[in-house]
């Protein structure tokens, strides 16, 4: 089963970085268009911030070869950007490995939603598999600055990045509102097992698996398997 996972890329050299942080009031969305060769048309769609401020941002990015307003439905208006430059072109002084951002380009995964900010891309991503993920996502901690914020199973009900059962959830959340989690401790596990009328030993069983869980989801996902 695949992966769905929601991330940020830090890096300022990606495409419209520029016009989103001259315009930080607006939110831009970038969809790429890969059939136009080395440098992909761009669709931007672009909501708040005014639009002379947006179009004068475009006009003067070095990154933008030409702009085309396709669209306006109410405050959203969506545009056609022509890059000035590859993406190779574009990332090759901040990047140490471009044949590592061209395999990227053929990885079974496809990115279903960039959102462009001041310091590089969010976005949202489906992976075949945990390696395909792990290959991703290790690129660009070399890279990069990588955060990811959700990570789950395609098809999973709960919400991306925790993967915790219901009882998971109360006892974090009992032992935390207590202060279990508090430096220095404010709450033993006999008080929260007393407040969620369960043993000691339950309750420490229950932390630890669930803690387990989100180190599984969320840190040991972002970094290659240790050495045996």
Not at 17 to 43: C, I, S, W, Y
Request: glycine letters at 8%; a negative charge; one cysteine or more.
């Amino acid at each position: 089963m695949g992966l769905v996972a929601e991330f940020d890329i830090g890096c300022a050299a990606l495409p419209l970085a520029g016009v989103a942080a001259d315009v930080r009031e607006a939110t831009l969305t970038l969809d790429m268009q890969f059939n136009h060769g080395k440098r992909p048309l761009f669709l931007v769609t672009v909501q708040d911030g005014t639009r002379s401020a947006i179009e004068d941002a475009l006009t003067d990015a070095y990154d933008v070869g030409e702009w085309t307003l396709v669209g306006v439905a109410g405050e959203t208006r969506r545009y056609q950007v022509v890059p000035a430059l590859s993406l190779e072109e574009q990332l090759g002084h901040h990047l140490d490995d471009l044949e590592g951002l061209e395999a990227l380009a053929t990885a079974d995964a496809i990115i279903e939603r960039i959102t462009v900010v001041s310091d590089g891309w969010r976005q949202t991503g489906w992976f075949a598999d945990r390696d395909v993920f792990r290959e991703f996502s290790s690129f660009w901690q070399r890279n990069a600055d990588f955060r990811l914020h959700r990570l789950t199973r395609d098809g999973e009900s709960e919400p991306p990045g925790d993967g915790l059962t219901d009882r998971q959830h109360e006892a974090l959340r009992i032992a935390y509102e207590l202060g279990h989690f508090d430096i220095p401790r404010q709450a033993s596990l006999e008080d929260v097992a007393a407040e969620l009328d369960i043993s000691p030993s339950a309750v420490s069983e229950r932390l630890r698996r669930a803690q387990t869980g989100l180190i599984e989801e969320t840190v040991a996902t972002t970094w290659p398997p240790l050495p045996h």
